[in-house]
């Protein structure tokens, strides 16, 4: 469990530099550098007194769509890399261009141009999204090799758990600088990135290597090795490494080495698209719209200062709901968790566009505090669970590739929705400001009809149960009843 919860300092990351290069952009300073000065009828009811300047849609999309391009490169880089020269030196490698990242994003403000101040965010957005891609499928990779089935749940939870927890640290920081009058109130928060960037680097050096990597490199004592610093005294390592070996000797019989191809097969197409569809949830019930709040509500009406207090306490809570989540991922199943929380979130996204049919100084409160419901519901349920789910769906021989096919869901479902939304809200576009809620009140109900439907109750089975499950092509509907025999028939070309 200590080597996991050293892994999550990547996700750490991930949620740090989400907060911090969203939440600048609804800082005064930033705007002022890197935005326009817009006419006062444009100014939103509610926003405050003096000049009303705004970074233009077109540079939103580009920054929050274009940006994410990097993280889809990393995510395939890094399905190829873990696989070729491990998952330690793979993160490594992830660490070292998040680093370059930040210093590209640092001196973005030196052009004397504002289009190539833009265009500079805009690379290191690109740059930094490429190693988080690679940190980030290494590490949910390495989560799902080593973690024991019955701990599973519970570790995957920390997915999004020490996101919020970055994403609370970064906006902590943000808050603390938001009204300094000099480029400090967006410098500080930017440079303090190496503050989480630089610990994955070093912890590298130190974390045993994945037991089911090595034993693709035919290295059985490297991997009893790994099992014995992994497990610990009070567990057999001897005994994990067989029944991981038993499970990858049969899997092997299917097939050869492993591709992106054979993921797409008749034996492998359904747990792809299961893989696919978890790695998608967290746009569904509207991530991409919950991690710029502080802009977007600004939009809706509220003050610089207080738009940024309320993403902290919008974050404090899905903290909260999060650290709750261990318990429910654990004794709840997965269908069940998200089928009804995304329902529930359907519900909050609803309020909020009725809030913004006819603006007053209070929509943007309205808008904020379903936003904060969202973020408990989904933290209880969907968040972590679909993190469970695509821990759990891929056969271990594929888990590799199974893994960047999830972050691909997530990083093109992330690419149009950030590149969609600021011209849905911003007030030189369609200016909807709350009314933009409706939009994932059909995504967050359609997420629900494709849970109940094709996702496979997985909890608590092993990954020779779920080989079997999946080849027997037992139904999703059905099988939250089903067990395994291990007389039953064998597993073919599943």
């Known amino acids: 469990m200590g080597w996991m919860l050293l892994m999550s300092i990547v996700i750490l990351y991930s949620g740090f530099d989400s907060a911090v290069v969203s939440m600048v952009q609804s800082v005064k300073k930033f705007q002022l550098d890197f935005g326009e000065l817009r006419p006062i009828e444009d100014k939103p009811a509610g926003y405050g007194e003096g000049e009303y300047w705004e970074i233009s849609a077109k540079w939103l999309?580009?920054?929050?769509?274009?940006?994410?391009?990097?993280?889809?490169?990393?995510?395939?880089?890094?399905?190829?890399?873990?696989?070729?020269?491990?998952?330690?030196?793979s993160l490594v490698i992830g660490s070292i261009i998040g680093c370059l990242a930040i210093a590209v994003l640092?001196?973005?403000?030196?052009?004397?141009?504002?289009?190539?101040?833009?265009?500079?965010?805009?690379?290191?957005?690109?740059?930094?999204?490429?190693?988080?891609?690679?940190?980030?499928?290494?590490?949910?990779?390495?989560?799902?090799?080593?973690?024991?089935?019955?701990?599973?749940?519970?570790?995957?939870?920390?997915?999004?758990?020490?996101?919020?927890?970055?994403?609370?640290?970064?906006?902590?920081?943000?808050?603390?600088?938001?009204?300094?009058?000099?480029?400090?109130?967006?410098?500080?928060?930017?440079?303090?990135?190496?503050?989480?960037?630089?610990?994955?680097?070093?912890?590298?050096?130190?974390?045993?290597?994945?037991?089911?990597?090595?034993?693709?490199?035919?290295?059985?004592?490297?991997?009893?090795?790994?099992?014995?610093?992994?497990?610990?005294?009070?567990?057999?390592?001897?005994?994990?490494?067989?029944?991981?070996?038993?499970?990858?000797?049969?899997?092997?019989?299917?097939?050869?080495?492993g591709s992106y191809a054979e993921c797409f097969n008749s034996a492998n197409r359904r747990r792809t698209f299961i893989s696919f569809f978890a790695g998608s949830i967290e746009f569904c019930f509207g991530l991409s719209l919950l991690s710029g709040i502080s802009y977007f509500l600004q939009k809706c009406g509220m003050p610089h200062s207080k738009s940024t207090m309320f993403t902290i306490i919008g974050i404090l809570a899905g903290l909260v709901s999060n650290g709750c989540s261990t318990w429910t991922v654990s004794h709840i199943g997965r269908r069940t968790l998200m089928t009804t929380t995304l329902l529930v979130t359907c519900l909050w996204w609803t309020v909020m566009g009725f809030s913004g049919v006819k603006q007053f100084s209070f929509t943007a409160w309205i808008a904020g505090g379903c936003a904060t419901a969202v973020v408990v519901t989904c933290g209880l349920g969907c968040w972590p669970a679909s993190y469970a789910v695509l821990g759990e769906t891929s056969?271990?021989?594929?888990?590799?590739?199974?893994?960047?096919?999830?972050?691909?869901?997530?990083?093109?479902?992330?690419?149009?929705?950030?590149?969609?939304?600021?011209?849905?809200?911003?007030?030189?576009?369609?200016?909807?400001?709350?009314?933009?809620?409706?939009?994932?009140?059909?995504?967050?109900?359609?997420?629900?009809?494709?849970?109940?439907?094709?996702?496979?109750?997985?909890?608590?089975?092993?990954?020779?149960?779920?080989?079997?499950?999946?080849?027997?092509?037992?139904?999703?509907?059905?099988?939250?009843?089903?067990?395994?025999?291990?007389?039953?028939?064998?597993m073919g070309d599943a």
């Open 61 to 89: 999309s580009l920054w929050d769509g274009v940006g994410p391009l990097g993280q889809l490169a990393g995510t395939f880089l890094g399905g190829w890399l873990i696989d070729r020269i491990g998952r330690r030196l």
């Open 106 to 257: 640092f001196f973005a403000n030196k052009p004397i141009d504002k289009e190539k101040k833009c265009l500079m965010i805009l690379i290191g957005k690109v740059i930094q999204g490429l190693g988080l891609g690679i940190m980030k499928i290494e590490t949910f990779t390495y989560m799902s090799e080593v973690i024991p089935v019955s701990l599973k749940g519970a570790v995957m939870s920390f997915v999004p758990t020490f996101t919020l927890l970055g994403q609370l640290i970064g906006a902590l920081v943000v808050q603390v600088t938001v009204d300094y009058p000099t480029t400090k109130s967006y410098l500080v928060p930017l440079i303090s990135q190496y503050a989480v960037a630089v610990p994955p680097l070093l912890f590298a050096f130190f974390i045993p290597e994945s037991p089911a990597y090595l034993l693709k490199k035919n290295d059985t004592k490297g991997a009893l090795k790994s099992f014995k610093r992994l497990l610990g005294h009070k567990h057999d390592p001897s005994l994990a490494l067989q029944k991981m070996k038993k499970t990858m000797d049969e899997e092997a019989k299917k097939s050869g080495k």
């Open 395 to 490: 056969s271990i021989r594929l888990r590799a590739k199974s893994q960047a096919i999830g972050g691909l869901a997530n990083n093109v479902l992330g690419i149009a929705m950030n590149a969609g939304l600021p011209y849905l809200y911003n007030s030189d576009q369609f200016n909807l400001g709350a009314k933009t809620g409706f939009l994932f009140t059909g995504l967050t109900a359609g997420a629900a009809l494709l849970t109940y439907f094709c996702v496979a109750e997985l909890k608590g089975r092993s990954a020779i149960e779920i080989d079997h499950l999946f080849a027997q092509g037992v139904p999703s509907r059905g099988s939250t009843k089903w067990k395994y025999m291990y007389e039953e028939i064998p």
